[in-house]
């Protein structure tokens, strides 16, 4: 839940460390993974979350900029960033620096965690809310465990049905986790040793199978494995609707066409209701607003544009956030104009345009409501994008 609409949930990805033991020719968060660096896919779980949250992403003190904007287009909205420190512990703190002043829950996640589904994220959530203080994800430990000395000697077998092998993210209470930073006299592995270390409880919780660290090329390998066919981005999509009233004294422009001796549309630009839908259309899929918010009224170079205008920009803002235009297709709702003897002209401008396929149809409502009083038209579009891979530097 929100309050106020401000989010009451933090979640810090730590996404700064170097990863040499995976071999990569660049941090670990940047890495590769079925077309997706780690650090998206690890955003890309958070943006999944029930609830909406503040998010931070830790980076490489080169990389900020690089990582805002990956993680920026995996969000679909604004994100802070900042840089890492010389150990994760110091990179956390940093994130704890960014903190609003609204969070009340914190979650720390590793961006090595690339396949950590979002459920987990909620579960922490939840769990904390229930307990009232830190929880941390793990898994049973299933195989025998020996403690043993330096030359290789068993010493003993440990009971494993007292470990954990645990996972992120991590959640606490805020009061919690930022008093265990300030108080922090050592470097831990994780967020809980810091938390338990100042004698607070940290109960352990189910985890995940998927929530595995990614730190070696076999790491990796398996995660490969695990995606499968899901390696492939998947499409998202979006639907956009338009609905303008005719204006006798103007001219009629549809579908990105000229229609002479037409009515035209009401509106603040030439009221193309086909561009219009189709600009919804595209800012749902990729997340990124609606037309209202991206090109609104009160903005002068808008006042009375043509429909190409609009879906321009669209592309360059959907192309911008990382995404290309699978495919769209529109239907146009009202009794004019006869729209069929000009549909292949309209779609292989609007394809043109967008430089994807663009279907549209129409049709009317047999006389009812506004469309069928001959009063305006409506246009509903449905639009496909696929996440493009990005490249760092």
């Known amino acids: 839940m929100t309050q106020n609409g401000v989010?009451?949930?933090?979640?810090?990805?730590?996404a700064a460390g170097s990863g040499t033991r995976l071999g990569a020719d660049v941090p670990k968060a940047f890495a590769r993974l079925g077309g997706s660096t780690l650090v998206e896919?690890?955003?890309?779980?958070?943006?999944?979350?029930?609830?909406a949250v503040q998010l931070i992403v830790v980076a490489p003190a080169g990389l900020v900029d690089d990582a805002?904007?990956?993680?920026?287009?995996?969000?679909g909205a604004p994100v802070s960033v900042v840089a890492g420190g010389s150990s994760r512990q110091r990179s956390v703190a940093n994130?704890?620096?960014?903190?609003?002043?609204?969070?009340?829950?914190?979650?720390?996640?590793?961006?090595?965690?690339?396949?950590?589904?979002?459920?987990?994220?909620?579960?922490?959530?939840?769990?904390?809310?229930?307990?009232?203080?830190?929880?941390?994800?793990?898994?049973?430990?299933?195989?025998?465990?020996?403690?043993?000395?330096e030359a290789g000697d068993i010493h003993e077998t440990v009971d494993r049905s007292v470990l954990a092998a645990?996972?992120?993210?991590?959640?606490?209470?805020?009061?919690?986790?930022?008093?265990?930073?300030?108080?922090?006299?050592?470097?831990?592995?994780?967020?809980?040793?810091?938390?338990?270390?100042?004698?607070?409880?940290?109960?352990?919780v189910a985890g995940n199978e998927l929530a595995f660290k990614v730190t070696t090329p076999a790491d990796l390998r398996r995660a490969e494995d695990a995606l499968g066919a899901s390696a492939t981005p998947l499409p998202r999509i979006g639907v956009g609707t338009d609905t303008h009233g005719f204006d006798p004294a103007a001219e009629l422009w549809l579908a990105g066409l000229h229609w002479p001796g037409e009515s035209g549309l009401a509106g603040h630009s030439d009221g193309d209701a086909v561009a219009h839908a189709i600009t919804d259309a595209l800012l749902s899929a990729c997340g990124l607003g609606d037309i209202g918010g991206v090109f609104g009224t009160s903005d002068p170079r808008?006042?009375?544009?043509?429909?190409?205008?609009?879906?321009?920009?669209?592309?360059?803002?959907?192309?911008?956030?990382?995404?290309?235009?699978?495919?769209?297709?529109?239907?146009?709702?009202?009794?004019?104009?006869?729209?069929?003897?000009r549909?292949?002209?309209?779609?292989?401008?609007?394809?043109?345009?967008?430089?994807?396929?663009?279907?549209?149809?129409?049709?009317?409502?047999?006389?009812?409501?506004?469309?069928?009083?001959?009063?305006?038209?409506?246009a509903i579009a449905t639009a496909i994008v696929v996440q493009q891979s990005r490249t760092v530097g």
């Open 7 to 14: 989010p009451r949930v933090s979640v810090i990805v730590v």
């Open 41 to 51: 896919r690890s955003v890309h779980a958070v943006a999944g979350m029930s609830e």
């Open 68 to 75: 805002r904007a990956l993680a920026e287009s995996a969000f």
């Open 95 to 149: 994130g704890l620096a960014e903190l609003a002043a609204s969070a009340e829950v914190v979650l720390v996640h590793d961006a090595a965690r690339a396949l950590t589904p979002s459920t987990l994220f909620d579960s922490v959530v939840r769990e904390v809310d229930a307990r009232g203080h830190g929880v941390i994800p793990g898994l049973p430990v299933s195989d025998t465990i020996k403690r043993v000395g």
């Open 166 to 204: 645990v996972q992120t993210p991590q959640g606490f209470p805020r009061t919690d986790l930022v008093a265990a930073y300030a108080a922090a006299s050592s470097d831990e592995t994780d967020d809980a040793g810091l938390v338990t270390a100042l004698g607070l409880p940290v109960s352990v």
């Open 302 to 341: 808008f006042d009375g544009a043509h429909g190409e205008v609009f879906l321009a920009e669209t592309r360059r803002l959907v192309e911008a956030a990382g995404f290309r235009i699978g495919n769209v297709s529109v239907q146009i709702v009202g009794n004019r104009p006869t729209f069929a003897p």
């Open 343 to 378: 549909r292949g002209e309209a779609e292989t401008r609007l394809t043109r345009l967008l430089g994807a396929p663009v279907a549209i149809s129409a049709t009317t409502t047999d006389g009812l409501g506004f469309t069928g009083r001959g009063e305006g038209i409506a």
